[in-house]
T-cell receptor
Framework: KAGVTQTPRYLIKTRGQQVTLSCSPISGHRSVSWYQQTPGQGLQFLFEYFSETQRNKGNFPGRFSGRQFSNSRSEMNVSTLELGDSALYLC?????????????FGQGTRLTVV | KNEVEQSPQNLTAQEGEFITINCSYSVGISALHWLQQHPGGGIVSLFMLSSGKKKHGRLIATINIQEKHSSLHITASHPRDSAVYICGGNAGGTSYGKLTFGQGTILTVHP
């Protein structure tokens, strides 16, 4: 069974631009969560989508947004990029996102903002 | 104080040594994840456990929900075990899809 697929793997953008990252969850999984990983802050929760609805959101500015499609694939968008947005962005999929549901992570998208 | 704390932050070992990484948490986590991340690589889920012990090859994870503490053990460590190990869990309630993680433990195993 295919794992969680994130595209692209690497991305270089300029300050002020916007970027869209994609995550295809494991087949049958309806919950997709996004995380930002930086050396200083570790893994920080961005948001979670379930059945095309955002159910949970972390403490990130409104420049960070996302959506989920009917096939459970999810995208996240970062507008007006800042240097500090350089990070590894990971998505995780699970059956339903509940507290005892195992999460499976993708390889991540490494974003560099110059 | 972080909701999930790991110790040690850095760990260096010689090949063959027994390794223990600890994870303590203050939130109402009922199931804990252990993740492994190799340099430049993505994250692999090693275990999710809510009670007792789980074993996979040379890796063993234990958890005590009442004491809010979990440990990850590596027996007969090998240089390929060098990675960052991260623990975390879901606090339940309205924390849908949200895992709260520790800062990670950087493990280096020398041949």
């Amino acid at each position: 069974k295919a794992g969680v697929t994130q595209t692209p793997r690497y991305l270089i953008k300029t300050r002020g631009q916007q970027v869209t990252l994609s995550c295809s969850p494991i087949s049958g999984h309806r919950s997709v969560s996004w995380y930002q990983q930086t050396p200083g802050q570790g893994l920080q929760f961005l948001f979670e989508y379930f059945s095309e609805t955002q159910r949970n959101k972390g403490n990130f500015p409104g420049r960070f947004s996302g959506r989920q499609f009917s096939n459970s694939r999810s995208e996240m968008n970062v507008s007006t990029l800042e240097l500090g947005d350089s990070a590894l962005y990971l998505c995780a999929s699970s059956l339903a996102g509940g507290r005892n549901t195992e999460a499976f992570f993708g390889q991540g998208t490494r974003l560099t903002v110059v | 104080k972080n909701e999930v704390e790991q110790s040690p932050q850095n760990l260096t070992a010689q090949e063959g040594e027994f390794i223990t990484i600890n994870c303590s948490y203050s939130v109402g986590i009922s199931a804990l994840h252990w993740l492994q991340q190799h340099p430049g690589g993505g994250i692999v889920s090693l275990f999710m456990l809510s009670s007792g012990k789980k074993k996979h090859g040379r890796l063993i994870a234990t958890i005590n929900i009442q004491e809010k503490h979990s440990s990850l053990h590596i027996t007969a460590s090998h240089p390929r075990d060098s990675a960052v190990y991260i623990c975390g869990g879901n606090a339940g309630g309205t924390s849908y899809g949200k895992l709260t993680f520790g800062q990670g433990t950087i493990l280096t195993v020398h041949p």
